[in-house]
Structures are given as C-alpha cells and as structure tokens.
C-alpha cells in the first residue's frame, strides 16, 4: 500500500521543499538517457550518480530510477512521512523502465523484478539494508519461472526475497546468521531430503521452502506482503529507515559524517547472471589495485549471482578467460572498461552482469588501491596525460608512501605460500609492512619472548592500554575485532608495527593456548605472517625483504631501479620537490642518519639531537663524570674530555651534509636520564669515576624528578652550567671550520637552544654561543656563517615570541613538547586514555601524530606572527613528530613556515605532503623565502 | 683643582642639555629657604629633596647644596666630563652657605666643613659613597681646633677625613675593613701609646696618626690634595663615579633601577654633635615603627657624631631624656617632629644632630615600619584624618598582614630575653613569624631530628636546592649570607618558613659544629630563637603564641579584641571589603578550615579539593578497592561505599558554608597516589581487599607514571570512569538537599570539572553531573540551585576558551597548574632552579608565587576575552596559589574576574590587595557583578 503524503506536513514549519512545485524527488536512468550525472552524488548518492552518468554515456545500465536524499532528509524532518507527489513520480519511474524493458511490476506475464539499495554521498560500506527480487509473489514467481524457463531459479529467487525483506523489512533479525530460522528450516529441509548442498534441491523443494518461510515469517505475527507496490514501499521505507540504524550512526560519527546528508535509494531493474550458462557476473579493476600496472584486472563466474563472486564459494576466474567463454561480451567489457577510465580518469571499480549473453553494467566507482599501485597509477596517467602532474599529486594519500619503503614478503616466497593455500584469512591493514613471527596471545609474554630474542605476533582479540609494551615488543600485531580506528590500528601505526586489524575470522581460545582461523587451528608459538599492507594473514613464515623501492635507494640495485614502482616513485618525488613551498629537512643524530636523510631528499637536518650522541662508547663516562662534577672545576675538566668526542661526532655530521645547514640542539634531556639507577651499577659507575658509591647514589637520588618533562632540563641546564654550553658550541664551531677548511664546502649551522620560555634564557645561552663562536673563529683564522635560534616548545614561549626573537635567527616548532604542556599530556603517559579519547571523538586525532590546529596550532599562529613582526628575516621550522604528517604539513604550509623536519623515513611522505598543502592551497606557485 | 668642562663636550651630539642657557645643575638650601622642594626627588635625589622641603619648611637645616642627578647624566653622556656652568654655579652656591654660616671653605679662621653624599631618586642604602669633614687641611684643622676649643675632636675629624678621602676618592681600598693599612696604623700607635680604646688617644697622638695616614697615601704614589676646592671636586666625582660601581649597578639590576636614573650629590655643611656634652646627635620615628602606637620614639647620644649611635659602641638613650639634658632642643625637635609628620602625612625617620645647644635636621624620610605598625599607623592616620581611608589601604603593603598573623614570641619571654642580653643579632626579616628551635647546621640533620620529634633552626652560611627538604623540616631558617631575594629568602617565604637572612656577624664552624655570632659561641644542638618579622636573633628558647589578631580571631579572647592592633586590623578590613570590587573566597577542603576561612572574611569556597578528603579514615580502603576494580561492576561496587563518606564529608562543608556558594572539584589527582607503594603495604591492602598481592602490585605498576602531573588525572579519570563522577555528583547534590531541609539556608554548589582540554570532555562530564542533580532532585522532591564549571588550567582550555564556555557556567583560573604548563615547570622539580632564575632576573618572581602576566597572564586574558564573548554571565575566579599574592590579585582585578580564592590565611591579604587594586585601577568603585 503506498503511503499517503503526511497531512500533517503541510503545516509544518520547513515549507521551502513544499513550496516548490513540482520538485523532482525521483531521478530515473536507462536506455542511454538519464536525469542525473556524475556530480550529482549528494542529491543522487554515489551509486545513483554513477548508474546515472554510465546510462547517459550510453553504457548498457538496466534502467532504474533514484530517489534523492532530498526524500531522506524530508522524511526524518516531517515525522518519518514522504512528500507530496512523491508516490506519483515513483509510479511515473516505474512505468518508464517498464516501458523500457517490456516487462511490467506485478505482472503475470514477463514481471519486473528490483533491486532496492541504499546509497549515500560517500561509501559506507556494510552499514545500510538492500532488498533484492522485489516483485516477487506466488503469480510472478511462476512468471518468472516461465519467462527464464528455469522453475529452480525462480524459486530460489523468491526464497531468497522472503528472507531478505523479512530481515530487512520486518524486522525479523537473523536472517543471515547460522541460527536463524530461516537456515534452520533451510538446514531440515537438506535432512528431510538427504541432500548436503543448497544446489542439490530443486525447484520443488525451493517451493516447499518458501511455503515454511512465510510460515516463520506468520508465526511471529509478522504480514509478508504479496503486493509488489506494498513491498516496493516497505523496501523504500526499510532503506531510509536504515540511514538511522545504530550501525550507520556508529559509523558516522565515526567518520564526521552529518546525518543530514541523508541516503538516497536507487531502484533498479533486476538482471541476473545465474539463468544459465550464457550468463555471468564479476568485479573487475581497470588497473591492477595492487601493483598499480595497466592491465585490465578482475574474476567472474558464469552462471552465478554478484554474491557468489563475493562469497568465495566457488573459485572466480580471471577476468581474461571470459575471452573464450562469450568473447562478444568480453570485447564489449573491454571497451567499456577503457571508456570509464577515461571518462572519469581514475582507475574505476566495476561490477557487471551477463544476463543470456546481454551485458549489464551494475556499478563503477574510483577503486581502492594499495599505496604502491596509487604511486604507479598516478604517475602512468600523468605520462599518458590523462591527468595533469598536479592531479596526480593530489591522487596519492601522501601516507601512502609509507607503504613503499616498508618490507614486504619475498615474492618467491609468498607465491609458494599462496600455492600451498597458507592464506588463511584477510583483515584490514592496519599497520603497513610485512612481519613473521610466533603467534603469542598475551602481552606479558610478548615481551618475555622478545626478550630471549624471538620474533613474535601478538595475537589478541583487541588490544587495550595494558598490551602497549608486548605491541612494541611484537614484529607485528593481528587483532580479531576493532576498525582502522581501533585501539590496535592507532598505536600500531604509531608505532610503526606491522598491523592486521578487525579479522573477523579469528577466534582466540586463551585457555588452550590456540588460534582458529577458519578451520585451520594453530597454537601458541606456532609460525604466522601478517601483511599490515594488503591485510593478508598467512600460515608459516615466510621472509621478508626491503621493498623495491628500498632496495633501489640503498641497495644499488640495479634490477629494482629498472622496476615500474620505483620510476613511478622517483618521478612523483621529482614533481613534488618542483610544486613544494616548503622546505623539508630529516631529523637526524648521527651520520648514517645523515645518509639515509640525503638519500631521501633531505635539504637539511632540523634536528639534531646533542645527547644521543652522549650515550655512545666512552662518551657516557665523560658525560656522567661532569653530571657527578661538584665544582665548575671539575665539570670543566670533565667537559675538556668530553670535547674531542663531541667534535668528531659534528665533523661526521658535517661531512654528510654539507653544504646543506644543520640545526644543532644543545643538550636538552635531564641528567638523570645518563646516570644507572640499579645499585650494581651505580657501584660500578662509582669505581670507574673514583668516588664513593654513598655519594654517587645520592646524586642520582637527588637528581630525580617527579616529572622530568618539566624539571630542569633544556636550556635550564644550560643556564645552570654555561660551561656545558660552551663545551658543546666549540666542539661544534672546531668541527664546522675543520669540516669547511677540509671539504671546501659549505658548512651551516644552526645552533638550537631547546626548552626557551623567556627571551632572557635564549640571550645569555646565545651569548654563550656567539662569544664561543668568535674565539674559535680567532683561533682556526676562519669563519664560518652560523644562526642561533630557538625551539618553540612551550606555551610561553609562543606567547612572548615577539621578544624572544630579539635573540632568535630562527624559530623551530618543537610541537612535541608544545602538544604536551598545551594539553597537559605526557606522550609517554597519555596512551592509557588517547586511545579512549580518539574512539570517543573527544580528540579529532592523536594530537602526538597529528598536528592539534585549535590549539597548539593557535600557540604557532601566534608565534609566527609575533616573531616575524619582530624580525622579518626569522626563518621557521618545526622539528616535532608532526612535521611528518600530511595534514600537520598543510598546516604548516598555509601558516608560511618556511620547512618541515622529520624522520628520514618520513621525507617522502613529508615531500609530497607539502606539494600537496602547496597545490591545495591555491597553486599560487610561491618562490621559498630561502634556501632552508 | 676645579675641572674644565670638557672641550670635546661643545662638539658632542647630544647638545640639548648644553643648548639650553645658563641651566639650573645646582640646587641650594638653607636659612628657610630653597630652590627644590620634596617633589623633586627625580632631580635632587631623596635626601635632597627632603632637605630643600625641610628648608622651605623653616626648619634648622644646615645649609647646603644639590649636584642634580642631570649633571650625572650629563657626566656620563659625555665621557665622564662636566657640563659647562657647572663650576660657577656650584662656586655660587658655596659661597652661599659661607655667608649663610659667616664660615668660609678653606679659610685659616673658622672654616667651613662639608659632608659630599650621593642620593639616588629611591634610597640605595650603602650602595653608594659618602665623604665627612671635607675642607679640612694641615691649615684649617687647627682653625677648627680653635674654633671649636677641641683640638682633639679637630685632629680626630681630620685623620677620619684622610682615610675617607683615601678611600673613597683616591680608592685606597680596605679603608673600613680591620686589615686596611690605616687600622694598621691605628693599632700600632695605640700599642706604642699603650692604651687600648681609641678614645685614649690625645690630640697630638692624632696629629701623629693624620701623619702617618698620609704617608700611607703616598707610600702608593696617590696624592691627597690640601686644597679644598680640589677635595671638593674630588669628592664629587667619585661619588658620581660610584654610581657606576660593582655594588651599585648589582643593586640597580636586583632592583630593577635604570642607570640612567643617576644620582645628585648633596654638599652639605658640617654641624657637629660631637663639641661636647651641649651637642648631640639622635635618629627618631614620629612614631613606633615596631607597634605603630602614636608616640615619638628613637634615641640619642650627647656628644657623639651620628656614626656612634648607629655603630653601637656607645648605648644611645631613649629619645624621652632629651628633655632632661636639653629642654629646648627637645621641646624644638617634638614640635618639628609633628610639623613633618603633619607634612608629610606619613610616618618620618629623622636624623638630628644638636651643635652646641643648636638643632639642626640632617634628614627625614617616610619611616621603615613592621607590618603591624604599618596597620595601625595607618588606621590611625585615617582616624586622625591626617590620611583619607583609601590612602590607609594604599599606605599598607597587603603582604604585611602575614606579619599579623604569625606567632610571637610570649611578650614576658621575649623582654627576659632582651633584659638578659640574649639578642644576639640582626638579619633581614626574610620570613615573618617566630620560631624557637636546636641549631642545626646541615639539611640532612634537619631532616633527622625533625623526624625524631626536635623542633629546629637550620643554620647556614646560605642554602641550595639540596637543603630544601631541611628546610621543610625545619622551624625555621637562619642565614649569615644574602639578601631579602636570596635563595633561603624565596624559599622560606614560599614554604611559609620563619627566616632571617643575611645576618652578617654569624660564622659557621662546620668542622667543629659550632656557630659564632659576635663574642657568642653556640654549639649544634643549643637552642635558638628568630623572630623573622624583625630579623632578631635570640640565645635560648623563647616560647611563642598565637598573635593578637590570631587570638583576638580564634580564642575569642576579650584582652586581645580590645587590642589597638586588632582594632586596627579589624578596621582596616572593613574599608578593604567596601572598596574592593573583587570578591574573595578560600581555598578549604574540610569543615574546620571553612571555619577558619569564615573567620578570615572567605565569602564562598572557590576550590574544595574532594580527593582531599579521600584520604581520611575508612574511606581511602573504599578508594583502593575502587581503583584495583577490574570491572565496573565491581568498581561501581566500592562507590557504593564511599557515596555516603563523600556525602557526610559535603554535608559539614555545607553547614559551614551556606548561604555562600562552594565550588567543588571533582576527582583530580592520578589514582596512583591513593595506593601504597612499598612491598609490606602493598601485601597488607592486598589482604584487606582479598587480591593477591601479586595482582596488586601489577596494578600499582601499571598506573606508573612517568610524568603524572601530565598524566591520567583530572576530567580523564572521569572519561574513563564516568561512574567515579556520577558517585560525586551524587554525594555533593544529596549533601545540598540535605543540608537544604535541614538548614534553610540557601546551599549553592558549584561543580568544577578538573584538566578540560577540550570541550568534548566538559560536556562529558557536565552532562553526568546535571542528569545526576536531576535524579537526585526528582528523588528528594526538592531543588538546588547550582552551576557546573571547569577550571582553566590547561594553555589549550584558555585557547578555546569560547567553545568550552558553551557547557561552562563558571571558569576558575587554575593558576597552579597553568603556570606549570605555560612554562613546562613542575612546582616541584622547579626548586633545583627557579631561585637561581629568580636571582638572575630571568624570572622577575617565582611565576608560582607571583602571577606571570606576560605568558600564563596572556593566556587568562584570552580565556577572558573568549570565554565571556561566549557567555556574557559566565562566572570567573582564580583558585591558583596566585589568588593570595597581592600583585597577582592587581592582575586579576584588572582582568575583570569576579572573585580570588586562597588559602584561608591569606584572605586578608586577599581582601586589602583587592581593594588596592580597586583604589589604583582608578578608584572607580564598580559595584560587583554579582554575588559571587
């Protein structure tokens, strides 16, 4: 029964809808027409523009009609009623694809049969209700029966329509679930007829079953509807009532999603693929969405529905064997499949159907891609100028770069695993790179295995604040529940650990120590393989290797440089660095660092931490005999030994990156931090430094803080001990004048004075350094140019910016310790509730990965205005973990610094990220301030 | 040798002090008349100023002149030469003062003597230099013999003259120490002579020392010069050079003074005290500067120079016996000492000296006084109506009610004390109260003894960050180095410690553990006494009592509210709370501190710190069990136990406080501080609670933090465990509802929610709070008014202050924890470093004592701006330490907030430090936004 306008809307407050006469609510397609497009996904939804733009190209599309989100939004704003006119334009629609198909809805002859599918301006994959074989009752099915000449398919058909619309529509929960009741009449009837597969009963038996449905469905007072128009509505209305079902919001808020968008529902023709052996259906890719090669890639079945290639129950075929089999077909496919790709200039996912020889396209869409097929595609349609360098800037999620420098399974290796059917299931990929290790089920003993040096995978149902160090001890992290947002999914990325999430498969017996995948059972310290890039979870081990581009960069190897992957990435680093405002400098301590760091482009070190220089070798009994030091005296000598040490570890640095400036960051941890706490050692220590082990145990005791983060480190101990300073700016300006004397290279550095809250603090650290600068220059007859700054790390410091750059040649973020006193937050402490906090959207993000724009983004406005007001010239920086996240990159950009710094491994990410923040930002192709 | 005015200064740039003709550089005085007068202190210097006043005034002033501080500019500005016109004018005004005094300078017959001193625009005290006797030479002395009919007291003037003139102006350094040559030369000749007093020493035996003091001069080729106009200008260079000495430019950087400021020179004529027993010389107060009581107090000696009194060689006797030896001179001085306070309208310290039965005023200033005197001085004044009511509250420094508060020494005790000569020295007063304890002389001891029950007095030379725990312990604090901002002084007042700093005369003897002060020697162990409101040290215990406020407050005692102090406090508390625009609450966790808060004038709680209570009795069990909860059922459990602990603990806040409103925090410290650490306790709570102790100390383990203050504590504890929240909102509103029935009073609770970063998590947990109130009203039958809110505490609450005042009634400024975010300074770790800072001038004051304006102060004030364009009503305060320091409470008048809480005791200093702000932010009386 179709519904009746609400009387009651007419007097409702939201009149503009009503108003307009005659708006269009329904938007049908077919026939090589349409009324809708391919931009029309908010009003259409995504699925609904496309099968209207694929029908106005004139591709083969069993005509439909859409009604838009206009009607969602309308509905949920007037009482759950529908507009005026509404049942008219839907009947209007109806009767066009009737028309256009000769077939008509409800008729005993040739009945029109329709699928009924949500679909929104964006996927939400899994979250909403369809309803398929709609049209079905006791006369069409017979209808249906003799117009295909295939009484078991058309039972099957009907069969599978009463449980569907009585989940979907009535409610009748559990229709897909072993334990519903309609698999368990299902399951008696097999018994009854002695038979172990569905496709062992027939058309009869498929009758009999449809009878004991609509039993079931009766029993619970529930009305199967055999009027089509009844259950067209109730499809419509289940559809729109499924915008607001608990998953569909849960996944909304999830991903920011307004329910104001609404869902529009497309109402299409049904084909079908399983009427014979002339028939078919399957998914296809127009490039491969792993590798990213140009070939037309995808699998089908004849004779089987779009489930059935989804299910996995029968094996697909490659999409080029449908050649032999209906090659008229296949030539069409083709053809169509190159049409799409250059009509929307994106690899398309498709799906199609081949109903008795006819080809229908159902769907196509932008595919997903790996992160290494997103390079390769993007760069090969650059090449083919199918898009511009620009576009193919934009095409790549710059995270996904990470994906092509992380290891990946030795090809030989993981063919023979997949030959020998060790894939056993696939989760989402969470945590890029491939890892093998024994399965392990608690985080204790991950980490009591790491300890004795095994390579482990922390198996868990999910994970929670307690598992953290048994996830950094593991090679790789397999979860059976939880999303890409998941406890498991954020801090494996964070961490950057390998990381298969939410394997629903996956049962975990704690008690038995043992794994089930499927019907594979494994136990505890058993060989397992996870691919955080693909998803994939094998059985075994199986070995890793560098992934090509790796191996290209620092391997030499000259077989991966011929490979398409690493040209793509090569070419694509090389468009970036041309589009780039920023400049983009590594994070680096030591000089293989440095190397890496110039490998992948680096043009400078931001930071260059003094201490973990500290710890190596000899340096540590040095640094702690001046921690121990009770008079200047002392210390100094202890400095003067120090020194040397100190030198050559610059001069190394220096000879990696010249003529490319280093910022060099003064000594910044605790002392603390260098001394032994176990009794054992500090008597040890105490020998080796020859004072007695009362008095050493009471400086470590006196040194301890209750929150080191904020005691007396940074420039504090600077301040306290200008001769550590001055120690470290020698050792700095004898190795930058060696360096330069030696090389004839230019030698910049930037020195750093970190942890500065007031512009005095950076003026007497900097007079250190200047005074140390000019007598060593005295000393070696050369000069060298050098800057002084400072890092931007605290609240005030941002706040006073404008006097501290009194003394400052540059500014350099220090956004991790910034995030940490602006929230409160201590990185280290802070995983016990930011998971909590990123799943309750009471953080957009981790503000440790990315960038907090509201907050520590305003400190860095304020920071950037006040400082450049004060000193034009002021070069700005950021040194923090953010300067390696794409969305803290366009940050920085629009803010106008003048680089980011980060990880060596993340300079990829960084290079593209920042071209991308450039073209997104308006193109305004801005010259760089300078050389940074 | 007159100087020439610098030829080169005609060609210098700065010409606009030459180009002006024939300007004023000096400024005469003298016979009831004088070109300056007191508001010209800028110019003339303090002393200066006041002598002209007092000139102008009539008053007996020896006649004199003033270098202006222009000349020392001048000076300066032009290589240390003069300006041009300065030698006449100072010729001019010389001759002045000879016809003034029918003397003449350098004359063979009754000579004029002069006195050359610095006088900087505020008081330097001994910063500067200072020449006596000036004009005295082989020539004028013995006219000084004969005119005065003393040879003795003419040579002993002139030998004084010679080692002043050699130190001061020809920098023969050591002149005052016992190791300078002329003490030497002293010594020897008393032993030659055989005498020991120097008093012992004739004429000739000076004439003989004068000789011998010159040739020490030109033993090291100096020259001292026996023209008088040439000591004249001598002098006066020197002290202008001594503007730019070591002690002067330290004591201007400590004081913030620029040097451009310089200092004038007053030349003065000599009048003698020392002619015999018609002359003498005193210092006085126009009243007590000790008690404040309105009677004219000081002392003097008859034949004596002002140096005897201050020196203490010679006891002086109290001023009342004057009238005795010279009835005129004293009833002159009683009538000029009223004249001037009268004048002055303030309190005056004065200088006189009597010349042979003639009174002459060598200075006034507005008088030093102890905070008490400055209550009741000022109170008084007002009562006289010699001062308006907001000049009162202006004249008393709001930090000088803590003197007002703090045990005394038992007033018979004490006299004993003083009558037995047990005074044994005087520091600064650098810590107010009093305190009897055992010497003792390293930290660690402190620490012991303390533990073992013994009150002490930690005594050092000075201290370090390593004795803060002793000086924890300790009752209070004795140092024989540095001044009022050294580190036992900051320390001291921030622990709330009684202190004397800097007594000079103590000498510690580490290896013999013994201290000397004087003649005194006092082994580790003896008792002593400090009073660190007067700076006094005592031998021997003396018992302390409460003050008379405190008794007159809290023991209801009759004799003390009838005292003048009380009265006066009590008064002068009155016109603060009319004046004061700000209101004031406390800081109070417990019903008896509310108490005392009452008492003190608190007019609601801003902070009631719940966990405060956790701790008492059974309920910490129940706050254990709750946290060892592994399920919120058994959590919810526990809670179930503490709700009626929580509610009984509200109810007594309640009944103290009603009608004024409580503002209540929710749980705020990480869990980890409520359990026991050590491996017995652990094991005993695990029986208690029947967890195994292994299970227990996992736990302890796991909620280690690493930085707990920027750790899972605050609204975060509340995210997690939202029922911890709901269990305190219900103890709080049942409390209110109770106390509501029972009372009849109004019951106005406020509910702060602690750490909000974000608005997310305010709303979070306001919306527990109010859907609770809303429970517990419709079970109670009965409302409550109240208002949630969140402390501002954290830089990124400030920065999005407007978002989160969108589920915020209220904002309270946590200035505690702010202050250590804005930094990145932990309060507790800050010690190793803040006093060095401090002394540094990196901080002008610990940012946790005294509000730092610039950073934390920017912050409040965009929390301001934003929070209340949010929501115009939106309530604010402060419940940070800063709430009790006056200069912050300025800071927070001017920001516009409602109320300042602070620790009970220190609301009077709250509640006159708000009306000063009120009477200097321009005395516009607003009246209040509401009652808050």
């Given at each position: 029964m179709p519904p009746r306008p609400a009387a009651s809307a007419r007097k409702q407050r939201s009149k503009p809808t009503e108003r307009r006469a005659a708006q269009r609510w329904v938007w049908s397609f077919g026939d090589g027409r349409a009324e809708g497009d391919r931009n029309m996904a908010d009003l259409l939804g995504g699925k609904g523009a496309n099968l209207a733009e694929m029908s106005r190209m004139g591709l083969p599309v069993p005509p439909g009609f859409t009604l838009s989100t206009e009607v969602c939004r309308y509905y949920y704003e007037h009482g759950r009623n529908y507009p005026r006119g509404l049942t008219q334009q839907v009947d209007e629609a109806l009767g066009a694809v009737e028309r256009s198909l000769g077939k008509r809805f409800g008729a005993d002859e040739n009945p029109l049969l329709v699928s009924v599918r949500s679909g929104a301006r964006v996927s939400m994959p899994g979250m909403m209700?369809?309803?398929?074989?709609?049209?079905?009752?006791?006369?069409?099915?017979?209808?249906?029966?003799?117009?295909?000449?295939?009484?078991?398919?058309?039972?099957?058909?009907?069969?599978?329509?009463?449980?569907?619309?009585?989940?979907?529509?009535?409610?009748?929960?559990?229709?897909?679930?072993?334990?519903?009741?309609?698999?368990?009449?299902?399951?008696?009837?097999?018994?009854?007829?002695?038979?172990?597969?569905?496709?062992?009963?027939?058309?009869?038996?498929?009758?009999?079953?449809?009878?004991?449905?609509?039993?079931?469905?009766?029993?619970?007072?529930?009305?199967?509807?055999?009027?089509?128009?009844?259950?067209?509505?109730?499809?419509?209305?289940?559809?729109f009532g499924s915008w607001m079902n608990d998953r569909a919001v849960a996944y909304r808020e999830m991903h920011s999603i307004p329910s104001s968008w609404g869902t529009a529902v497309s109402v299409c023709a049904m084909v079908y693929g399983n009427l014979g052996e002339d028939s078919g259906t399957g998914v296809a890719f127009t490039r491969d969405p792993a590798s990213g090669e140009k070939r037309f890639?995808?699998?089908?079945?004849?004779?089987?529905?779009?489930?059935?290639?989804?299910?996995?129950?029968?094996?697909?075929?490659?999409?080029?064997?449908?050649?032999?089999?209906?090659?008229?077909?296949?030539?069409?496919?083709?053809?169509?499949?190159?049409l799409l790709e250059k009509h929307y200039r994106d690899m398309q996912d498709i799906e199609f159907t081949i109903e008795r020889g006819r080809l229908f396209m159902l769907q196509c869409r932008s595919g997903k891609r790996t992160g290494l097929a997103a390079v390769r595609i993007?760069?090969?349609?650059?090449?083919?100028?199918?898009?511009?360098?620009?576009?193919?800037?934009?095409?790549?999620?710059?995270?996904?770069?990470?994906?092509?420098?992380?290891?990946?399974?030795?090809?030989?290796?993981?063919?023979?695993?997949?030959a020998d059917g060790r894939l056993l299931t696939k989760g989402l990929n969470a945590g890029p790179g491939a890892a093998s290790g024994r399965i392990v089920l608690r985080a204790d003993d991950a980490e009591d295995w790491a300890r004795r040096g095994e390579q482990v995978i922390l198996v868990r149902l999910e994970t929670s604040p307690e598992d953290i160090r048994g996830?950094?001890?593991?090679?790789?992290?397999?979860?059976?529940?939880?999303?890409?947002?998941?406890?498991?999914?954020?801090?494996?990325?964070?961490?950057?650990?390998?990381?298969?999430?939410?394997?629903?498969?996956?049962?975990?017996?704690?008690?038995?120590?043992?794994?089930?995948?499927?019907?594979?059972a494994l136990r505890e310290g058993d060989w397992l393989s996870v691919d955080g890039t693909s998803g994939e979870v094998f059985k075994g081990r199986i070995d890793t290797q560098p992934s090509e581009v790796m191996q290209a960069l620092f391997e030499g190897d000259a077989k991966a440089r011929r490979g398409e992957l690493w040209r793509a990435f090569e070419e694509l680093m090389r468009w970036a660095d041309q589009t780039r405002v920023l400049g983009v400098r590594a994070n680096a301590d030591q000089a293989d660092q440095c190397k890496v760091a110039i490998a992948f482009g680096a043009e400078g070190i931001g930071l260059?931490?003094?201490?973990?220089?500290?710890?190596?070798?000899?340096?540590?009994?040095?640094?702690?005999?001046?921690?121990?030091?009770?008079?200047?005296?002392?210390?100094?000598?202890?400095?003067?030994?120090?020194?040397?040490?100190?030198?050559?570890?610059?001069?190394?640095?220096?000879?990696?990156?010249?003529?490319?400036?280093?910022?060099?960051?003064?000594?910044?941890?605790?002392?603390?931090?260098?001394?032994?706490h176990s009794e054992t050692a500090i008597e040890a220590l105490a020998t080796k430094l020859r004072v007695s082990p009362e008095k050493l145990a009471h400086k470590v005791e006196s040194l301890h803080e209750l929150n080191p983060m904020l005691g007396h480190r940074g420039c504090r101990l600077g301040i306290s001990y200008p001769e550590i300073t001055a120690m470290q700016a020698r050792a700095l300006f004898e190795a930058a004048c060696a360096v330069r004397r030696r090389r004839r290279k230019a030698v910049k550095p930037e020195i750093m004075i970190p942890l500065v809250a007031t512009p005095k603090e950076l003026e007497l650290q900097a007079r250190i350094v200047r005074e140390t600068a000019e007598q060593v220059f005295r000393e070696q007859g050369l000069r060298v140019p050098y800057l002084v700054g400072t890092m931007i790390e605290l609240p005030r410091a941002a706040l006073v910016a404008d006097q501290i750059a009194a003394s400052a040649e540059f500014f350099s973020f220090g956004t991790n310790d910034l995030t940490q006193t602006t929230f409160g937050i201590s990185r280290d402490d802070g995983a016990s509730f930011i998971p909590l906090y990123v799943c309750s959207e009471i953080f957009p993000a981790d503000p440790f990965a990315t960038l907090d724009t509201e907050g520590v983004g305003a400190l860095m406005r304020i920071a950037v205005e006040k400082g450049r007001a004060a000193r034009g010239e002021l070069k700005l920086g950021i040194c923090g973990e953010h300067g390696g996240d794409p969305r803290s990159i366009a940050f920085c950009h629009d803010l106008g610094l003048d680089y980011v710094s980060c990880s060596p491994h993340r300079l990829p990410i960084a290079r593209l990220a920042a071209a991308q923040a450039a073209l997104r930002a308006g193109g305004k192709r801005k010259t760089r301030r300078k050389a940074s």
């Open positions: 209700d369809t309803v398929l074989n709609l049209g079905l009752n006791d006369r069409t099915v017979e209808a249906l029966a003799r117009a295909s000449g295939n009484a078991r398919f058309a039972w099957d058909a009907y069969r599978r329509f009463v449980q569907m619309y009585a989940d979907v529509v009535l409610g009748l929960k559990g229709g897909h679930a072993e334990s519903s009741p309609f698999s368990a009449a299902l399951d008696a009837l097999k018994r009854e007829r002695g038979v172990r597969e569905d496709t062992a009963l027939g058309a009869d038996d498929l009758r009999e079953l449809v009878r004991r449905f609509k039993a079931i469905v009766a029993e619970r007072g529930l009305v199967f509807p055999d009027d089509p128009r009844e259950q067209l509505w109730g499809a419509i209305g289940a559809v890639y995808g699998e089908f079945l004849m004779n089987a529905q779009g489930e059935d290639v989804v299910a996995g129950l029968r094996t697909p075929l490659p999409i080029g064997e449908l050649e032999g089999r209906d090659p008229r077909s296949w030539k069409e496919l083709l053809r169509i499949q190159r993007a760069v090969e349609m650059a090449r083919e100028r199918l898009i511009t360098r620009d576009e193919a800037l934009l095409r790549v999620p710059a995270e996904a770069l990470e994906h092509l420098l992380k290891p990946v399974f030795e090809r030989r290796a993981l063919d023979t695993a997949r996830m950094r001890a593991a090679q790789g992290i397999l979860t059976a529940r939880g999303g890409m947002t998941s406890h498991a999914a954020l801090v494996a990325r964070q961490m950057g650990k390998v990381c298969v999430a939410g394997a629903g498969e996956l049962e975990i017996d704690l008690r038995e120590r043992c794994v089930h995948i499927g019907p594979t260059c931490r003094t201490e973990h220089m500290f710890f190596d070798g000899d340096k540590i009994d040095c640094v702690r005999e001046m921690i121990v030091a009770e008079t200047r005296e002392e210390r100094e000598r202890a400095l003067a030994k120090l020194l040397p040490l100190q030198r050559s570890d610059f001069e190394s640095i220096f000879e990696e990156m010249a003529p490319h400036p280093c910022t060099i960051r003064t000594l910044d941890p605790p002392l603390h931090e260098f001394l032994p």
